[in-house]
């Protein structure tokens, strides 16, 4: 699933880092994730703590519910 819909990062493109053992700063400034309008911040955050937290990764939910982008944002 798209986290980021701004910088087209995947859930698993974040967990894979948070398993390595990257923090929440450190995949934002490799990934770029909730860099742009930040709307993804939320569900990208509850990823990482997901997966450092011993959760098992296809369990991931997010409380994050995306329900329309707007154009400029979708379009990006
Ligand atoms: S959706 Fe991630 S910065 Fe916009």
């Known amino acids: 699933m798209i986290v980021c819909v701004c910088r087209r990062v ?3 493109e974040i967990a894979r880092h948070a398993r390595a053992g990257m923090s929440f700063d450190d995949i934002q400034f490799e990934l770029g994730v909730a860099t742009q309008c ?6 990208a955050r509850d990823v990482v703590e ?3 937290s011993g959760h098992n990764v296809a369990a991931l939910h997010c409380e994050t519910t995306v329900v329309a982008w ?3 944002v979708a379009a990006a």
């Open 70 to 72: 707007p154009q400029s």
């Open 10 to 12: 995947s859930d698993r």
């Open 50 to 52: 997901q997966c450092t």
């Open 38 to 43: 930040g709307r993804c911040e939320g569900c």
